[in-house]
């Protein structure tokens, strides 16, 4: 998960993976950064909340390079910007893309009034609750709950390691995306992180790019 603050505590991850009522659909990602743009998301993933969740994260494994750069690690640290973040667009709702806009724009400012400090947001996977040096390896669908009409709550059973691919059985946990039916289509507008102990309110994305850059 990404830092929330230059001095902030790094939030803890749970190792527990939530049990689902329903049956899941395994969405298996590769690891190694994609050699071409990531394609824009279709009809068929966006009629369905779990189908345009599912859409975003393989968008997010693939997009690890830096304006379409391969990332020698592999790993997607901080806010996302040049092709990364482009390619989110269409998978985002507004309101989550003016927070990334606007977060980039005050991460950037902060870089040019203070170069010798580190910056808030710059650290860490800003679309998961993976720890720091951690990369996700796969992910999978869990159950789908509606919050409203045009609102649901899809579960993403992720794992990640911070060991090299093959190494070690790897580590388990549960983030939820939010998802809002935006213009006709599902997008993605939220994400509630993991928690190390199981309370509540789980921490989310919104909470700390609002926070974070204030």
């Known amino acids: 998960m990404l830092r929330p603050s230059i001095a902030g505590p790094c939030l803890a991850l749970s190792i527990a993976l939530a049990a689902s009522a329903c049956g ?17 998301a279709t009809a068929d993933d966006t009629a369905r909340s779990d189908a345009a969740a599912a859409a ?7 997009g690890y390079g830096e304006d379409g750069a391969p990332a020698m690690s592999g790993f997607a640290s901080g806010l996302p910007r040049g092709a990364r973040l482009a390619a989110y667009r269409p998978l985002l709702t507004r309101a989550l893309w003016q927070r990334l806009e606007r977060a980039q724009r005050a991460q950037t400012a ?3 009034a203070h170069p010798d400090l580190k910056p808030p947001l710059i650290e860490g996977d800003v679309f998961s609750s993976a720890a720091q040096d951690e990369m996700i390896l796969s992910f999978a669908l869990g159950r789908r709950t509606a919050m409203s009409v045009d609102a649901e709550r899809v579960q993403i059973l992720l794992t990640g390691s911070d060991l090299p691919e093959g190494q070690g059985p790897g580590r388990q946990w549960r983030d939820d995306a939010l998802m809002r039916r935006e213009d006709g289509v599902w997008k993605l507008d939220d994400i509630e992180f993991d928690t190390a102990d199981g309370s509540t309110p789980r921490t989310r994305l919104s909470k700390i790019l609002d926070e974070a850059l204030q």
Request: charged share 25%.
């Open 110 to 112: 902060f870089i040019a």
């Open 56 to 62: 975003f994260y393989r968008a997010h494994l693939r």
């Open 24 to 40: 899941t659909t395994s969405e298996r990602a590769d690891r190694r950064p994609a050699a071409a743009p990531v394609a824009p």
